[in-house]
C-alpha cells in the first residue's frame, strides 16, 4: 500500500497535528510515457501555511481532503519514459505519497554526483534560488550597503546574509535565540546579529547594529520586525517582502503602524517577492549559487528529520523555530 | 515694509491660523549680483504639513520662528544680476515674503508669454511633474491597464488620470464630493468615480468600478483607501505612495492593516514619490506636459485666493478639500 498525506481541516492559528490525515492507497502503476517515483526527501517551508488558507494567492490553495504538496526529490523506481531513466533523481512539487507517477511534466533531473540529492531542495533548490534572487531582482545590494535579515538563521535567510558578505555589504542578521545569533556570526560570517527575543527595543537596536542605516532589508517575517526596520531604512533603501512567518497563523488580519509616510518620506521601495515568478532565472541562478558552493563561500545547515509520518510534524516545528537551516524530511 | 508670514508653532493635528504668525521686516536691497524678487503667486501643498513636524524627512523641517516656503512665482523688480532682467519672472522655492532678495540660485525663469504664469506652479510645475513622473517612475502604466487614483479631482491626481488616459489605461478615480466626481469624469475623462464619503464598503465599490482589478494605484491619500485599493490589486501591480493626506495631521502614528502578506501575495511593488529625487527628469517632463497642453489633451483647474495675507488659510482648505484642482494664492 501506499501511504498519502491529506490536508484533513484548515488550521485556525498554528497548525496541529489534527489538520492532517494519513491514509493508504493503492501503489500506483505507471502507464505508457510515465514513470513511478518513490519520495526521498520531502521539503517543508512555512510558506505552505499560506496554501492551507482558503484564499487566492500566487499559487492555488490546499484542498481539505486531498493531499499536501510540496519540494520532493523523488528516485524513478520504473520507467515508461524514454527520458528517464529507472535509478535517476527527480525534482519537483509533488502531493505528499510515498508512491507517485507523473509523465514527468514540472520534474527536474538531479544529479547526486554533483552534490548531495538533499541540497537540490535547499541551497541549490527553491530555498537558495529565493535568497539569490529575490537579492538580485529587488534588493540590489551594492557594496558598502548595509544589508538586514530576518529569519536570518534560517534556510532562506542565511543564505541571503552569506550573499550579502560576497558582494560586500554589512550584514546584520535578526534571529530567536543565543544559539542562532552565535551560528549566523560564526558559521555564516554576519558582521552582527540581534536576538529579538531578548531585546526589548528593537527598533534601538537595529539602529546601534546598522550605524549607517539598513539599505537592504531582507524580510521573512513581517510584522513587529518589519516595523523595527522600516524605521531604520534610509533613502532610496529597498524591502523584499519574502516572507511573514510572523503572520501566518494569525486569525484575524494582522494591523499594525502604517507604512505610507515612512515610505514617502525615504522614497522606500517595498515588493513582494515569488520566486516562483522567476522560473526562466532559476537555471542561471543555481549555476551561481553551485559556483560558490565550490568556491567555498556558501555554508548551510539542515535539519534532516527521519519517517515520512513525520512531514506535519516537522512543518509545524518550523512555526517553533525547531530547524537549524532548511528544515528537510528523509523518507 | 515688507510683510513675511512665520511658523508660529508646530500644530498638533490639523493646522490652524493660531500655527503661523504675520510680522513685517524692512523691505531688502539687492545687492551686486541680487535681484530683488517681488511674490506673485504662491503654490500652497499638502506636503507642507510634514515640513511643518519636527521631523526627518526628505527635506528639512521648517523651523518655528522663521518664514515657511513654498513653490512661488515672483517678478524681477530691480536687478543687480546680469543673468536676470527687470520684468522677468521666475519660479523657485522661496520664503513666504512679500519682497526678497536672491541670488540667482535655484531660480528658473518662467515664461508668461508660452503659458499662464500661474502654470508653472501647477500643470508645467511639480503638480504635474509629480504626475508625470510618478507614473513613468513607478507606475509605468500600460495600455488596456487599469489606473485608480486617489485625492483624483485635486491638483495631482486630476492630471495622472488625463495621463492615464493618454496610456490608453481605464481610469477610476476617487474623490469626496458628487460635484467632484462629476468633474474628473466630465472635465478630466476618467471612465468611472467614487465618491468615498458616501460610499461604505470602499473595497467592494473599487472592485465594481475595477472589474479587472487595479494595476496601478496612484495613492495620494494613505489610511483606509490605501487598503480598500491594496485588497483590489493585481500581480504586478505598483502602488506608487506620493501622498498621504488622510494621515498628515495624526498626532498618533496611525494603525491599520498590515501590508506584507498582500504585498507578497500579488507580487506588488509599493514605492515612496517625492519629485524632488527626479530633478534631471524635470526638463523632458516639462516640455512633455507643455506638449499634452498644446494638443489640448489636459484639462486642469485652478482654485485662486487673492491676498499674501491669506495664504495660511488656503493651506488649511486644503485638508478640508475645498480646492478645485491647484490652489494659488496671488498676491
Known amino acids: 500500500m501506499n501511504k498519502?498525506?491529506?490536508?484533513?481541516?484548515?488550521?485556525?492559528?498554528?497548525?496541529?497535528?489534527?489538520?492532517?490525515?494519513?491514509?493508504?492507497?493503492?501503489?500506483?502503476?505507471p502507464k505508457d510515457g510515465e514513470i513511478l517515483l518513490k519520495t526521498k526527501y520531502v521539503s517543508v517551508d512555512p510558506y505552505l501555511r499560506g496554501?492551507?488558507?482558503?484564499?487566492?494567492?500566487?499559487?492555488?490553495?490546499?484542498?481539505?481532503?486531498?493531499?499536501l504538496e510540496s519540494g520532493i526529490i523523488a528516485e524513478v523506481v520504473e520507467s515508461?519514459?524514454?527520458?528517464?531513466?529507472?535509478?535517476?533523481?527527480?525534482?519537483?512539487?509533488?502531493?505528499?505519497?510515498?508512491?507517485?507517477?507523473?509523465?514527468?511534466t514540472g520534474l527536474n533531473k538531479v544529479d547526486g554526483e554533483?552534490?548531495?540529492?538533499?541540497?537540490?531542495?535547499?541551497i541549490l533548490g527553491l530555498t537558495g534560488i529565493t535568497a539569490y534572487l529575490?537579492?538580485?531582482?529587488?534588493?540590489?545590494?551594492?557594496?558598502g550597503e548595509t544589508l538586514l535579515v530576518s529569519a536570518a538563521a534560517g534556510a532562506v535567510g542565511s543564505i541571503v546574509g552569506q550573499i550579502g558578505k560576497i558582494k560586500g555589504c554589512h550584514v546584520v542578521g535578526i534571529a530567536g535565540s543565543e544559539e542562532k545569533i552565535d551560528?549566523?556570526?560564526?558559521?555564516?560570517?554576519?558582521?552582527?546579529?540581534?536576538?529579538?527575543?531578548?531585546?526589548?527595543?528593537?527598533?534601538?537596536a537595529i539602529a546601534e547594529a546598522c550605524p549607517d542605516g539598513v539599505d537592504v532589508y531582507f524580510d521573512n517575517v513581517g510584522g513587529e520586525i518589519l516595523d523595527a526596520a522600516l524605521a531604520n531604512?534610509?533613502?532610496?533603501?529597498?524591502?523584499?517582502?519574502?516572507?511573514?512567518?510572523?503572520?501566518?497563523?494569525?486569525?484575524?488580519?494582522?494591523?499594525?503602524?502604517?507604512?505610507?509616510?515612512?515610505?514617502?518620506?525615504?522614497?522606500?521601495?517595498?515588493?513582494?517577492?515569488?520566486?516562483?515568478?522567476?522560473?526562466?532565472?532559476?537555471?542561471p541562478a543555481q549555476r551561481r549559487l553551485a559556483q560558490w558552493m565550490e568556491e567555498d563561500k556558501l555554508n548551510y545547515?539542515?535539519?534532516?528529520?527521519?519517517?515520512?509520518?513525520?512531514?506535519?510534524?516537522?512543518?509545524?516545528?518550523?512555526?517553533e523555530g525547531k530547524n537549524k537551516g532548511k528544515m528537510i524530511v528523509v523518507v
Open 114 to 122: 554533483k552534490a548531495p540529492l538533499k541540497a537540490y531542495l535547499g
Open 183 to 204: 551560528r549566523i556570526q560564526e558559521k555564516f560570517g554576519f558582521d552582527a546579529a540581534i536576538n529579538y527575543k531578548t531585546t526589548s527595543n528593537m527598533k534601538k
Open 51 to 67: 496554501r492551507m488558507r482558503d484564499e487566492k494567492s500566487y499559487i492555488a490553495p490546499f484542498e481539505v481532503g486531498k493531499p
Open 301 to 319: 545547515l539542515e535539519t534532516v528529520v527521519e519517517g515520512f509520518e513525520n512531514i506535519p510534524q516537522a512543518f509545524i516545528d518550523l512555526f
Open 134 to 143: 529575490g537579492l538580485k531582482k529587488i534588493g540590489k545590494p551594492e557594496k
Open 80 to 104: 515508461k519514459n524514454k527520458n528517464f531513466n529507472k535509478g535517476e533523481y527527480v525534482n519537483g512539487m509533488l502531493p505528499w505519497k510515498q508512491f507517485q507517477t507523473s509523465n514527468g
Open 4 to 29: 498519502v498525506i491529506l490536508l484533513k481541516n484548515r488550521p485556525e492559528g498554528k497548525p496541529s497535528l489534527k489538520d492532517f490525515e494519513f491514509t493508504e492507497e493503492e501503489k500506483p502503476q
Open 233 to 283: 531604512m534610509n533613502k532610496y533603501s529597498r524591502v523584499i517582502n519574502c516572507g511573514a512567518i510572523s503572520l501566518y497563523n494569525e486569525i484575524k488580519t494582522p494591523t499594525g503602524p502604517r507604512v505610507e509616510s515612512t515610505l514617502i518620506k525615504n522614497s522606500i521601495l517595498m515588493q513582494g517577492f515569488t520566486v516562483r515568478d522567476f522560473v526562466k532565472d532559476f537555471g
